[in-house]
């Protein structure tokens, strides 16, 4: 299994600028989440899924898209991309959607806005 | 909703000895805390885990205790080595909150 992958691992973007970050999972799990890192403030929840076609917002979703039209794949879309989403982003999964399963991350995708 | 606290935010021991994160949580309803260390360059990574009904779990070097009473919990590290520098998370999971993160620094 290649657990959880994202590309691309790092990009440049500019402001205004659109672009997808891919997430992929071969674990068949059902849970999928993106989360951003900021120095000094962990890691932010920003959408998260609990099936294919079900999505849902988490603590900081302004600015971002999601979709998961398979169990798969969950790409993070930013339409507009602004200085104040540069960060490190991750994904991750776990098998099921109870609140006691352990999460497997990726290995994150560098976004730098200028 | 949730808030995790996380303390230190920087910790610097030398080879061999004991470490110690301390976080804190404000939801009592959260029943799920797992510790995640994360390597420079590469995701958080689960290195143990510990459920609301145990107070204590232990894992050859590391160990996490659990007061739910004061709603905090720990994770130890003994005889530290310099490949468990790193940064290390702590999490509570009702709705899934991190602290924000420890720099685990070992003096060889």
């Known amino acids: 299994n290649a657990g959880v992958t994202q590309t691309p691992k790092f990009q440049v973007l500019k402001t205004g600028q659109s672009m997808t970050l891919q997430c992929a999972q071969d674990?068949?799990?059902?849970?999928m989440s993106w989360y951003r890192q900021d120095p000094g403030m962990g890691l932010r929840l920003i959408h998260y899924?609990?099936?294919?076609?079900?999505?849902d917002q988490g603590e900081v979703p302004n600015g971002y898209n999601v979709s998961r039209s398979t169990t798969e794949d969950f790409p993070l879309r930013l339409l507009s991309a602004a200085p104040s989403q540069t960060s490190v982003y991750f994904c991750a999964s776990s098998y099921s959607t109870g609140n006691m399963e352990t999460q497997y991350f990726g290995p994150g995708t560098r976004l730098l806005v200028l | 909703g949730e808030n995790v606290e996380q303390h230190p935010s920087t910790l610097s021991v030398q080879e061999g000895d004991s470490a110690v994160i301390k976080c804190t949580y404000s939801d009592s309803a959260s029943n799920y805390f797992p510790w995640y260390k994360q390597e420079l360059g590469k995701g958080p990574q689960l290195i143990i885990d510990i459920r609301s009904n145990v107070g204590e779990k232990k894992d050859q070097r590391i160990a996490v205790t659990l007061n739910k009473t004061a709603k905090h919990f720990s994770l130890h590290i003994t005889e530290t080595q310099p490949e468990d520098s790193a940064v290390y998370f702590c999490?509570?999971?009702?709705?899934?909150?991190f602290g924000t993160g420890t720099k685990l620094q070992v003096i060889p």
């Open positions: 899924s609990v099936g294919a076609g079900i999505t």
């Open positions: 674990m068949n799990h059902e849970y």
């Open positions: 999490a509570a999971y009702q709705k899934v909150t």
